[in-house]
C-alpha cells in the first residue's frame, strides 16, 4: 500500500551521504548518530529527554517497567495492577502491558475518532475495578490525538499514570503541544510505514521525567550503567546508529510529509462527504480543539457494505487498502486468557463495529495527485 522507494528517491543524496558516513567512522553502537537524534527529538517534541530504543514496542515495555520500578521498588507490575488500555489498536499495546507484568483492563472507543472513549474510562473508574488500576495507556489512533484532556483530568483524580502510545502519531498535537510530551512518558516507534520511518525497526521513549529517563537508560543497556554490574533486569534494546542516521535525516522531512498527508485526507474527506456508505474521518487540526491529526492511516468505515466486496473490486482496479484492525486485542487468545473483559463484551461493541468495517486507503505523502484522483473516483464510481 505504501511505496517506500518514493522516499527514498526523493531524500537519496542525504540519506546515502549518512550512512556513508557510518560506514567510515564504524560506530555501529550508541555511535554520535544516537545522541544526536535524541536531541533534535526532545528538541522537536519539547520534552526534557528522548531516549532511543530497538522498537515501538520495546518503548512501551521500558516506560512501563520504569513506573513499576519507580512508584513499587519492583520490577514489574503485579498481574493485579490494571492498566486501562483500548482493545483497538496494535497488537504490541495490548502486550506491552503483560510484559510489564500487569493486566490490560479494556475500555470501549468512540466511533467517530476510533480512540478510547474517555467517558467509558470514567465508567470502568466507577466500579470495583477501579481501586487496582495504575494508569491509562491510550493510542493516538491512525494519528489522531485521542481526547487527552478528558484522559488527563480522570488520571489527575484518580491518581494515574498516563503513557501515551505514539506510535501512529509521530508530529500530531494536542492545544499546541506535541504528541508524546503530555503523558509521564510517549512511546514511539520507527518502523518503516510510519509517519517518522527507519530502513528497519527502532523506537524513542520521549519523557520529562528525571527518574524514568535513568532507569530507561539502564533498562535498554542490560540493566545497568555498567553493563558488567547491572542493577534490574535489563534488555539490549538500544537504537541503531544507523537508523539515527537514517532518521536524522527524514525528519526534516517529517512536517511536510505530514500536510502532504492532511492535503490528501481533505481531498478524500471532500469526494467521499456525500457517500452514503462511509464514514469519513473527522479532521481536526489542532483548532479550537487542540486534535491535531497527521493521517498516519486515511480509514473508512463502510456502513451496510460487505467490506470484502468492497477491498476485492479495489484490488481489481489496482488499489491497495489494508484493515487496520480486523481482530480486536480483546478477541485474541493471550488477551481473553490475561486481560480484563466486561464478560459478555457488549461494552466493546464500538470496537466490535469498527474491527468488521474499517478499511484504509493508500496515504502516501509522495503520492501524485492522479493517483489521488484515481483512488476517488474509482470509489465514487462504486458506491454512488
Ligand atoms: C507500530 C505500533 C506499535 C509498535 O511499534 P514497533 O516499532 O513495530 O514495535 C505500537 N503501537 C501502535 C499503535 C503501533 O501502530
Not at 79 to 100: K, N, Q
Not at 267 to 275: A, K, R
Not at 320 to 333: K, N, Q, R
Not at 365 to 378: A, H, R
Request: hydrophobic residues 40%.
Amino acid at each position: 500500500m505504501l511505496d517506500l522507494r518514493l522516499e527514498y528517491e526523493y531524500m537519496k543524496e542525504d540519506i546515502d551521504a549518512a550512512i556513508q558516513k557510518c560506514l567510515e567512522h564504524q560506530r555501529w553502537i550508541l555511535g554520535p548518530e544516537v545522541a544526536e537524534l535524541e536531541e533534535r527529538m526532545a528538541d522537536y517534541l519539547g520534552v526534557k529527554y528522548c531516549i532511543g530504543c530497538s522498537s515501538g514496542t520495546d518503548a512501551l515495555v521500558l516506560s512501563l517497567r520504569a513506573l513499576a520500578i519507580k512508584h513499587k521498588n519492583q520490577e514489574y507490575w503485579d498481574r493485579d495492577d490494571l492498566i486501562i488500555t483500548t482493545p483497538f489498536t496494535f497488537t504490541a499495546t495490548g502486550d506491552a502491558i503483560l510484559r510489564a507484568g500487569a493486566t490490560p483492563l479494556f475500555v470501549d472507543i468512540n466511533l467517530n475518532t476510533y480512540n478510547i472513549d474517555p467517558e467509558r474510562i470514567n465508567e470502568a473508574l466507577k466500579t470495583p475495578l477501579a481501586k487496582r488500576v495504575v494508569g491509562i495507556l491510550p493510542v493516538h489512533l491512525y494519528g489522531k490525538c485521542c481526547e487527552i484532556g478528558e484522559i488527563i483530568d480522570l488520571a489527575n483524580k484518580h491518581d494515574l499514570f498516563i503513557v501515551e502510545d505514539v506510535a501512529q502519531a509521530f508530529g500530531g498535537t494536542w492545544n499546541g503541544k506535541k504528541l508524546g510530551s503530555i503523558g509521564s512518558s510517549g512511546c514511539f516507534s520507527f518502523f518503516p510505514s510510519k509517519n517518522l520511518g527507519g530502513y528497519g525497526d527502532g523506537g524513542m521513549v520521549s519523557t520529562n521525567d528525571d527518574e524514568s529517563a535513568e532507569i530507561i537508560k539502564m533498562l535498554l543497556m542490560h540493566g545497568g550503567k555498567n553493563k558488567y554490574d547491572v542493577k534490574h533486569i535489563g534488555y539490549n534494546s538500544r537504537l541503531d546508529t544507523l537508523q539515527a542516521a537514517i532518521l536524522l535525516v527524514k525528519i526534516k522531512y517529517l512536517d511536510e510529509f505530514n500536510k502532504k498527508r492532511v492535503e490528501i485526507a481533505k481531498i478524500y474527506n471532500e469526494s467521499f462527504q456525500g457517500l452514503e456508505d462511509v464514514a469519513i474521518p473527522s479532521i481536526m487540526l489542532g483548532s479550537d480543539e487542540g486534535l491535531g491529526h497527521v493521517f498516519h492511516q486515511y480509514t473508512l468505515r463502510l456502513i451496510g457494505f460487505e467490506r470484502d466486496t468492497f477491498q476485492k473490486h479495489l484490488i481489481n482496479e489496482g488499489i491497495a487498502t489494508m484493515v487496520y484492525y480486523g481482530i480486536p486485542l480483546h478477541s485474541m487468545e493471550i488477551f481473553q486468557q490475561l486481560a480484563v473483559l466486561e464478560k459478555n463484551n457488549t461494552r466493546l461493541i464500538n470496537t466490535d463495529i469498527a474491527s468488521d468495517s474499517v478499511i484504509s486507503l493508500p496515504i502516501e505523502p509522495l503520492q501524485d495527485i492522479s493517483t489521488t484522483n484515481m483512488i476517488v473516483e474509482t470509489i465514487c464510481n462504486f458506491l454512488e
